[in-house]
Structures are given as structure tokens and as C-alpha cells.
């Protein structure tokens, strides 16, 4: 089921309105912090308006996408660099790649993340865990409100096939790890 763009619409409004409140409460909340001197250490005061600066201030609607941070991994007893990269890019998807330099190849795998509006560095333990021994890239879904309508539909089909895309983009005999509600379209796939 398409939600109308309008939704979209008022949720940008209602982000756009609420800024300057929760930028406030992001200036104001180390007024109340531990370490102020304004509040006693045990303050109720300090504590249930420095905790409602604090939830305030996350009210946004739209968060950044946090870095992997995977800068190398230790693999075969020695440290090797790792470099993150756009392998591919459709109109909903980022295909990232993990590149290091190994004198051996190391078995490709894919791994699905989930699509439910988390970002694939919720994933990143299993990234660093799986590049020790493997070729890894990851889907990196993109807000489903960014994509242009024009973009198409994103049904089971088309998830389907964005699935098949990016394993023959990878390459024959490659593995696929899927994490949650992708677990689905991978077996279809």
C-alpha cells in the first residue's frame, strides 16, 4: 500500500515547526547535567526537566545516518584496512561494500538488512564480525519518503528483484544473510 505524498508532506511541516523548539532543548539540557552547578546532585528539578530537555530534543523525525566506522579488521592474525564504498546505487537502495586487501580471495556474501526505517549501521557488529573471513556487502535502504514516486512502486517484486540485482552485481556463488523481514525476499530471491 502507497501512503499518499501529502503525509509526507505534513510530516516535513511538523519536523520544520518543531526545529527551533527541540534546537533549544539541545542548547539547554547540560544546564542540567551532573556536572552544572546550578542543580544539587540529586535535584528533582535537574532531573526531570534535564530528562525532558533530553527526550525533546530526539523528537525529530529524521535522524542521520550514523557512519560504519570500520576503519580495518583483524584478519589471518594481521590487521588489514577496510575501505567503505557505494558499489551500487537504484533508486532505493545503497549497495555498500566493504573493500580490503587480502592476498586471498575471501567468499562474497550479501547481507539483507532490514527495511523498517533503521539504518543498515544498526548492523555493524555483524559487518565487522563477517569481514574477517568474507567479502561483505550490505544494503543500505534509503527512506522510502526520499524516493521519488516516479521511482516505481516498491512491492514484494520489486524488493525480489533488487535482491536478485545486486547478487548478480556481486558475482556467482556468493552467500546471502538476510536479517529480519528480509528473510523472505531472500528465499525468493
Partial sequence: MMKH????????????????IRHAARISAPL??????????????????????????????????????????ISG?????????????TPFCHLIHFKKETATPHPRVLVLGPISGHYATLLRATVQTLLRDHDVYITDWLNIRDVPMSAGLFDLDEYVLEVIRFLEFI???????????PTVPAVIA
Fill in 32 to 73: 542540567f547535567d551532573e556536572s552544572s552547578p546550578l542543580w544539587g546532585k540529586s535535584s528533582l528539578v535537574r532531573n526531570v526537566v534535564g530528562g525532558a530537555l533530553k527526550t525533546t530534543a530526539l523528537l525529530g523525525l529524521t535522524f542521520k545516518r550514523p557512519p560504519f566506522g570500520i576503519d580495518s579488521v
Fill in 77 to 89: 592474525g594481521k590487521e588489514i584496512p577496510v575501505t567503505e564504498e557505494v558499489a551500487m546505487i
Fill in 171 to 181: 558475482g556467482p556463488g556468493a552467500h546471502l544473510f538476510a536479517v529480519c523481514q
Fill in 5 to 20: 505524498p501529502l503525509m509526507y508532506q505534513m510530516y516535513q511541516a511538523y519536523d520544520d515547526l518543531t526545529s527551533p
